[in-house]
């Protein structure tokens, strides 16, 4: 059987990045994948401005304080100054106004006899400095934080909100992204009613479905759900038929991978396609399939909640981020303190758990029975404790690693 290690770089050996981009406004590509490097031909900040609501005047007249100097204009912010200040001048000047010709230095408001402001007050004829400022002081020259042909973003890199502000600071409206990875998701089990139906005896509600379209959408992808395909091989086939026509990029089912007598997913897939696998090392999660169904790369998660749930943290979060095109980053993994025994039968183990810091030290201890069906133990917990393969048990107070997961 192979090992998590081996089963995930067989996957990603199956995966490119989608070479198609969009070009999408800025307010919509919070989350999508930045398709190219980008480049500014700009300065920026544009022009040499104040940091500070004060006086603009030259360094070498306030040497020696306090000093009087004449006041020869007001510049707010927004407006370009029209004078150049002359040895004995200032210019009351805002914070993000434009430094004016002659000037090197500005003295904030509160060093100067007019630290009071109130709104709407005229600029004085006189100010006094009362202390001295040095050239350059308090002034953001002009391409301080970006100068042309600094690399601004790099390809590969998921925009988040900082990202999008920084593109109209440069004022860039659209930017190309890569086009995200379309996923179908399916369930397969007679057993499995849509969560708007009251339950029968026999029956469960698909919580599968919901929990693996979010998963793939919070790793950027479109999704469409297609449903329940009930134990059979022909309505499984037609399910998996109409993820084909929809020209999906990655199928998603859970369930029917295993050893069962109604396990028809493995034998859909061994029809119309290719099973590379469809067992792997660890716990929970044993039943996991991987392969292709007519040439459309196929996940067959298990069917139990959190191990379809981890299924697709470890094997299929990894395979979407390739397909995005994301440079992925090394996981973050803690260091943490068990705080219980744990019992593993060898099987690299991902257990639900709680980490918590206490004096500084991360904490972890298990949220309740690690059955792969309480989907209510994963919904308490905050990471997923790596037992690694081989290990049987930890002491409280051995030393684990914690995979943080929100
Ligand atoms: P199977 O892989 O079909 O043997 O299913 C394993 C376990 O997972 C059974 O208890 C199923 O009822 C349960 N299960 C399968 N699919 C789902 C689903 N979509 N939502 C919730 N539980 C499921
Ligand atoms: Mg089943």
Request: proline share 8%; hydrophobic share 40%.
């Amino acid at each position: 059987m192979r090992s998590v290690r081996e089963a995930r770089e067989q996957i990603l050996s199956h995966f490119q990045p989608i070479p198609d981009w969009l070009l999408l406004p800025i307010e919509q590509a919070d989350g999508y994948v930045l398709a190219r490097d980008l480049h500014t031909d700009a300065f920026y900040p544009p022009f040499n401005n104040s940091s500070v609501d004060g006086y603009a005047l030259r360094a070498e007249d306030c040497r020696q304080t306090p000093v009087t100097l004449q006041v020869v204009e007001d510049i707010p912010a927004g407006v370009a100054p029209q004078k150049s200040i002359l040895p004995g001048q200032a210019a009351r000047i805002m914070t993000g106004a434009m430094l004016p010709e002659g000037a090197d230095a500005i003295v904030m408001v509160e060093n100067t006899n007019h630290g009071i402001r109130a709104t709407g007050e005229a600029a004085p004829h006189q100010v006094q400095v009362l202390q001295a400022v040095k050239p350059g002081e308090n002034i953001r020259p002009r391409g301080m934080d970006l100068a042309p042909g600094s690399r601004v973003l790099q390809a590969g890199h998921r925009l988040r909100p900082q990202e999008i502000g920084l593109l109209a600071m440069l004022g860039l409206p659209q930017v190309e992204v890569t086009r995200p990875p379309h996923v179908a998701v399916l369930s397969s089990g007679d057993e499995l009613l849509p969560p708007d139906q009251p339950l029968q005896p026999g029956k469960i509600h698909d919580s599968n479905s919901y929990s693996l379209a979010g998963l793939a959408r919070r790793a950027g992808c479109k999704v469409t759900q297609l449903g329940v395909a009930p134990d059979n091989l022909a309505d499984i086939t037609a399910l998996l038929n109409s993820a084909v026509r929809l020209g999906v990029d990655v199928i998603l089912s859970s369930a029917g991978v295993s050893v069962g007598a109604f396990d028809y997913v493995k034998a859909a897939i061994e029809q119309n396609g290719q099973l590379e696998f469809w067992k792997v090392n660890m716990r929970p999660g044993k039943p996991l399939a991987f392969g292709a169904y007519q040439n459309i790369p196929f996940f067959g998660l298990p069917g139990n909640p959190v191990s379809a749930f981890i299924g697709f943290m470890v094997f299929v979060q990894p395979a979407l981020e390739r397909l995005s095109g994301l440079q992925t980053e090394e996981l973050p993994r803690v260091s943490a303190i068990l705080e219980e025994a744990v019992e593993s039968d060898g099987r690299e183990s991902y257990l639900r758990a709680i980490l918590q810091t206490r004096d500084g030290i991360p904490h972890a201890r298990l949220t309740g029975h690690q059955g792969s069906g309480n989907l209510f133990s994963l919904v308490q917990a905050n990471a997923l404790l790596i037992i690694p393969s081989g290990v049987k048990s930890l002491a409280p107070g051995a030393r684990v690693e914690a995979w943080p997961i929100g």
